[in-house]
């Protein structure tokens, strides 16, 4: 979010004086949640940021850094005097954070460690957010008019006393760069009811923390934690089209697809010019199956930002699910142009041609994407099972191994080693590798399947039986699981289980020839002849070849019985 500024112009002077006061109160909530309940001007914000630091590394000690920056502020007050005007008072800040203490700006926003106040504090280091926040806590403490001011992906303080006004840039020394400089710039909405450019209540800044904090969360795959602030974030700064995305990123990690898209929409209209919430709301629609609007805000994204590759990623995907195949390698083409350094292009692209069964052409990009990233697993993977679709067995086995060293857990390796093993023989290796699939994925139907397949090779029905049903659990509408099951059982010849096993896989796909013959012998197994000869006669009406002999029987059978 730093941002660097090609001029520097400093306008007018404020001249209020900076009253002698600690800007601190006896008594102050312990959550923030109570905080949030407290008027606007009985809100601190240096103690209502920690008490959220709090949360996150529960050892710190808030009061020792209430008294830290209380120092910082007398250190100021010591310097100008008690008739100083607020430019003056600003000078002083920035001569003491910047040149004295030696705080400096980072490049992102990935560490926590840069948003929280109290590891900014130790560390002499925070992006735009986090110094802000610092400054705004020195300045309530001195009584300045200080605000927290936002713009799309920035954050910067402005001192204004209702006369003056001129802007803080905490990750340039406390420069100080006209209005014109963010409007050009961070593309500010045109609207009068927004939230940017505007001074903030200290709601409005603790709404934008938290914003932030959710990432922290969302990022260390701590989803209902960032959940809470996301929705607190919004509920506080309802018009930050930033906290809306985010909202609907961890709406769409849910699976709340329809709450996603309604967030997103919100968003866009606070600021239809972000390219990242047009391609997040594609993202949306496509996983929704609504494939033409996903693309036409992809097109969208892309108009607003055509050097974004993510987007070229999801419009090829998009085309390619319509059966546009030639539009999407066209996309990603465009995408090498753009970025030709980008692994992901490589295998989106790769993932096409392996639809396609244009498997030379897959094995070729995902080269180009291991060559750009030696330890990929998805190009790794992907050419495995490029390889296992050529029978180039032995080259199948040695990517699925890669893939498998950089992730122990990667299941769909570990599938596909599977695979490979059965068509090699190696029984042992094969049930090894699904159960290391399921170890990685619980979730994994396929790797349950094939293992109740490879117990059904070795003959261990019981086994088998045992996975099918784990397999159904996940995948209750697959009519091929029931089938199966149904084949162990009468194995087993527990053809009262084999018969229902059968009957459901009809009643989930009737045209299942195979299904009527295998349920025809069962009944004949359990002396219901008629209904024997109904399936087996269905079965020969769909096309199966039903043999005569048992035809022939239940002909004579339920003929003798009539």
């Known amino acids: ?30 959550t923030i949640e109570e905080v949030l309940k407290l008027d606007d001007d009985k809100i601190d914000i240096a103690t209502s940021v920690l008490l959220v630091s709090k949360r996150w590394g529960n050892g710190i000690n808030i009061d020792s850094y209430l008294n830290r920056i209380d120092e910082m502020a007398e250190d100021v007050r010591k310097t100008v005097g008690p008739s100083a005007g607020n430019r003056k008072t600003i000078e002083a800040i920035n001569s003491l954070l910047f040149k004295k203490i030696g705080f400096k700006p980072v490049d992102n926003a990935d560490n926590p460690d840069d ?30 008019p200080l605000y927290g001011v936002v713009v799309p992906g920035h954050f910067f303080v402005r001192c204004d006393d209702k006369k003056t006004a001129f802007n803080i840039e905490t990750t340039q020394q406390g420069l100080s760069p006209p209005d014109k400089h963010y409007i050009k710039e961070f593309k500010i909405p045109d609207r009068t009811d927004g939230i940017y450019l505007r001074n903030l209540t200290k709601k409005e800044t603790i709404g ?11 990022n260390s795959d701590q989803i209902e934690i960032a959940f809470y602030y996301q929705r607190l974030a919004v509920a506080l700064a309802p018009m930050l089209a930033e ?4 909202l609907g990123n961890i709406y769409l990690k849910k699976n709340m697809t329809d709450s996603a898209i309604e967030q997103y929409e919100k968003a866009l209209k606070i600021n239809p010019a972000d390219a990242k ?9 496509r996983k929704k199956g609504l494939t033409d609007a996903a693309i036409r805000h992809y097109n969208i994204a892309l108009e ?20 546009l195949s030639t539009k999407a390698v066209s996309v990603l083409r465009t995408a090498t142009d753009v970025n030709s350094r980008d692994p992901e292009v490589y295998i989106t692209l790769a993932g096409i041609y392996h639809d396609l069964k244009q498997l030379d052409s897959a094995i070729s990009n995902y080269r180009i994407a291991l060559s750009l990233k030696s330890d990929s697993v998805e190009a790794a993977c992907g050419m495995g099972y490029a390889y296992f679709q050529k ?87 697959d009519a091929d699981i029931y089938f199966n099951m149904g084949v162990a059982y009468s194995e ?58 048992l035809l022939n029987r239940l002909n004579k059978i339920v003929k003798e019985n009539k």
């Open 115 to 144: 948003l929280f106040l109290n590891t900014v504090i130790d560390n002499k280091r925070g992006y735009c957010l986090s110094l802000s926040i610092l400054y705004l806590s020195i300045g309530e403490r001195l009584d300045l």
């Open 492 to 549: 087993l010849k527990q053809y009262d289980d084999a018969k229902q096993s059968y009957l459901k896989t009809i009643e989930l796909r009737w045209n299942s020839p195979a299904a009527h013959n295998n349920l025809a012998i069962t009944m004949y197994m359990l002396d219901r002849y008629q209904q024997a000869l109904n399936h087996a006669t269905i079965a020969q009406q769909q096309g199966f070849e039903v043999s005569q002999d």
């Open 1 to 30: 979010m730093k941002k660097k500024f090609t001029f520097f112009i400093l306008f007018a002077i404020c001249l209020a004086a900076a009253p002698q006061s600690t800007g601190r109160t006896a008594y102050y909530p312990n």
């Open 277 to 285: 919430t047009n391609h997040n709301l594609a993202n949306a629609y």
């Open 304 to 323: 607003l930002d055509p050097n974004y590759i993510e987007i070229y990623k999801g419009l090829a995907q998009a085309y390619h699910s319509k059966g």
């Open 391 to 477: 029978e180039r067995h032995y080259d199948a086995i040695e990517n699925f191994r890669t893939a498998i060293f950089y992730n122990p857990l990667h299941a769909r390796s570990h599938l596909g080693l599977g695979l490979v093993y059965n068509k090699l023989g190696w029984q042992d290796d094969e049930i090894q590798s699904y159960y290391n699939a399921i170890k990685s994925d619980p979730q994994m139907t396929a790797a349950y399947q094939n293992l109740a397949g490879a117990y059904m090779a070795r003959q261990d029905y019981a086994l088998a039986v045992k996975n099918y049903k784990t397999a159904i659990k996940l995948a209750p509408q």
């Open 243 to 246: 906290a809306r995305t985010n």
């Open 208 to 218: 934008c923390l938290f914003n932030n904090l959710a990432n922290i969360y969302y």
